[in-house]
């Protein structure tokens, strides 16, 4: 059947719902006879009851397709066996007729079963008022079927029409009507008057659902008059109905008498309530249509614009004195195409604080003089700029985007005071070295704090880590510099410095641990003898100093510490405090994980919160547990020893915040709160 509607196309050039019409030029000019002989072929097959075809296989009309290339008619075959049948079934209805009357009324034999009787089809007629309607498979709308008046043929009797008419000029009408056999002939006729689309045109008056009258000017349509007292007050009265709230005479909105009608004098979020109202009424009873179901090109918005110039000698007393409350008329504006776009792609483009879509953006919207564009991207610097009149209405951004200080989580970086941040992951990066006095010395310049140090000595001393520095102060560096590279556009406001956690630590170093608490986490006897330079106890005394195990409690301490508190046979070459990244590095590139300073943690040493904890011995440590990469050293969090220093992390926000039982965590809170002076 399929085939022969195929054959039907390629034999005739029409199209398979015109079957079985012919062409009225003719078909077959170079032989006509051989060319009837294939259309009986095709009207054989394309018979809809197979019952009453002569060619019912594949294999029958391969057959028949060779008798017509030999110039032969189709064979007529009678076999033996049917005209016996003839015979049989000839008497057999002498004696069974009245059987087979009552008991098949309505159906077929095929094939030995009891089958219904085949399907009628009919020819559909669609008419609409006006021609000219296109007509739509629901399951295919943007594929034409035919315009109005369509012809439909070889619908079935029963069936399901599920159309859809449309034209430019008058609302879309859906059609699911069921095909019923007609009274006389053989075509069933459906009719739909089309109502109009009351739609602006560019250049021509428009006339809104309320009736009001538009001029065509400068690119929009706007109302010949300020909006009338009565239509406001059917405003209100709807708006009353809708439960979003009553607006009271004389006191949001005023009655203005001019010469032809009175007019209302409001502010400017009643007058933008207005033309949102009547823009929802003009969608509702098609005057407009909403953006996405017209072309760009047709979508509108109605505004409201205030008449601030309007006469004072016309205002009643009252509103003399009031700037902001005045008549006000419609505007009704074309979207404009809005078209943003972003190097790297996939940023968020918002307009006044709302987010449309991310970046290749290709919208319609209207743009008025004032809105604020912003175009976001994680990790990069936003890009944000005041919109005007002349933005529109064919709106394009073009924005390259550039990273935060060239800040990539996957490559080593340098930040604003030259400390090198080294990747650990996704999510964090950690300072290579512990916090320089020259670091903290730009905190404390910035802040106005008293320095302990020499100023004399500085110089020689920049490069040591900062000593004496208690938790309080180190997370208060790490807010400052937050703030800081914040403000310079260097880190993104995702992204904030602080202390490592107690299991980041850990990481660095090396070890793995199990606990709620770094006093539990310490006690793991799997990293027993386990020591940040990966040999055993004692260190080496190796002679290159950047091959050391580091700043430790050694000969050259002597004269300072007590002899019985040394590391015997080790020498690093410093009595106290060495310049950062003096010894061997981690295999990731951090330097001093043990020695010179303890560095302070974020968590607190147990869950009591009473205590915190630095990590990584000291350059006065020499005991084999104080060594260990596994030993915590605990100590209230406003401790300030010469031992005491930190080292900062660089990480996306939220991820862990201070301690909430710690003693500083209420104390930090109070100093953001005052503005950290």
């Not at 669609?126 to 296109?134: E, L, R, S, V």
């Not at 006339?207 to 538009?214: I, K, N, Q, T, V």
């Not at 918005?301 to 509103?319: C, S, Y």
């Not at 970086?413 to 990747?423: C, D």
Request: glycine share 8%; hydrophobic share 35%; charged share 30%.
């Amino acid at each position: 059947y399929s085939l022969g509607k195929v054959l039907y196309e390629m034999s005739t050039g029409m199209d398979r719902l015109q079957f079985p019409e012919l062409p009225p030029q003719g078909a077959g000019a170079q032989d006509p006879k051989q060319w009837q002989r294939l259309n009986k072929v095709i009207c054989d097959v394309c018979e809809p009851r197979v019952s009453k075809r002569k060619i019912k296989t594949g294999k029958e009309l391969a057959a028949a397709f060779v008798r017509l290339q030999e110039g032969k008619m189709l064979k007529k075959r009678v076999p033996l066996v049917a005209k016996v049948g003839m015979v049989l079934l000839f008497l057999g209805a002498l004696v069974g007729s009245q059987f087979i009357i009552l008991k098949t009324w309505g159906t077929r034999v095929v094939e030995g079963s009891w089958q219904p009787q085949p399907s009628e089809y009919v020819t559909v007629v669609i008419g609409t008022n006006p021609d000219g309607a296109g007509v739509y498979a629901v399951d295919e709308p943007d594929v034409m079927i035919d315009p109005t008046p369509a012809t439909l043929r070889n619908q079935e009797v029963g069936s399901m029409l599920r159309l859809i008419l449309r034209t430019p000029n008058h609302q879309e009408v859906m059609i699911e009507e069921k095909v019923l056999k007609p009274e006389e002939g053989k075509v069933f006729y459906i009719s739909v008057d089309l109502e109009p689309i009351k739609k602006p045109r560019d250049g021509a008056p428009w006339e809104d659902a309320l009736g009001r009258s538009y001029r065509y000017v400068a690119g929009k349509h706007v109302m010949d008059d300020y909006v009338s007292e009565d239509h406001w007050r059917l405003f209100v009265e709807e708006e009353s109905l809708s439960g979003m709230g009553i607006m009271i005479e004389g006191q949001d909105w005023f009655v203005v008498e001019t010469g032809e009608m009175n007019v209302v004098a409001v502010d400017e979020e009643g007058a933008s309530k207005y033309a949102n109202w009547l823009m929802a009424r003009c969608l509702e009873e098609g005057y407009l249509k909403a953006f996405s179901e017209v072309t760009r090109a047709e979508s509108r918005q109605l505004n409201a614009e205030i008449d601030r110039k309007f006469p004072v000698t016309n205002l009643p007393e009252e509103l003399v004195s009031q700037k902001e409350v005045r008549p006000f008329k419609c505007e009704l504006i074309k979207y404009s195409k809005f078209n943003v776009r972003s190097t790297p792609v996939g940023a968020s483009v918002f307009l006044d604080g709302k987010l449309l879509g991310t970046t290749p953006f290709l919208g319609s919207l209207t743009v008025r003089d004032g809105m604020i564009l912003r175009v976001e991207l994680a990790d990069y610097i936003p890009f944000e700029r005041k919109l005007n009149k002349e933005d529109g209405p064919e709106f394009a951004e073009s924005v390259v985007l550039l990273r935060y200080g060239g800040l990539d989580l996957e490559r080593r970086w340098k930040n604003s005071l030259g400390m090198t941040m080294v990747p650990m992951g996704e999510e964090y990066m950690v300072s290579a070295y512990e916090t320089r006095l020259r670091d903290f010395a730009r905190y404390v310049e910035d802040y106005g704090l008293q320095k302990n140090y020499p100023e004399d000595d500085y110089v020689l001393m920049e490069d040591l880590p900062v000593s004496k520095i208690s938790r309080i102060d180190a997370v208060r560096f790490c807010e400052w510099l937050t703030k800081k590279e914040r403000q310079e556009f260097l880190i993104p406001e995702g992204f904030e410095y602080r202390l490592p956690t107690d299991e980041e630590w850990s990481r660095m170093v090396g070890i793995v641990e199990v606990g709620d608490s770094p006093f539990q986490r310490q006690n793991e006897e799997f990293n027993e003898d386990f020591y940040p330079w990966g040999g055993a106890y004692p260190p080496l005394n190796l002679e290159k100093l950047d091959e050391k195990a580091g700043n430790y409690a050694d000969l050259s301490a002597r004269n300072i510490l007590d002899p019985s508190l040394l590391l015997a046979q080790f020498n690093d070459g410093f009595e106290k405090l060495a310049p950062v990244g003096s010894f061997k590095a981690s295999p990731e590139g951090l330097y001093d994980l043990g020695g010179n300073v303890a560095e302070w943690v974020l968590d607190s040493y147990q869950i009591d919160g009473k205590k915190g904890v630095l990590r990584g011995g000291a350059w006065n440590s020499w005991s084999k547990s104080h060594l260990e990469s596994r030993f915590r050293y605990p100590a209230d969090v406003d401790s300030q020893k010469e031992s005491f220093g930190f080292r900062v992390v660089l990480a996306r926000v939220p991820l862990l915040v201070i301690d909430p039982f710690s003693d500083e965590s209420e104390k930090s809170r109070e100093d953001k709160e005052d503005g950290n002076n």
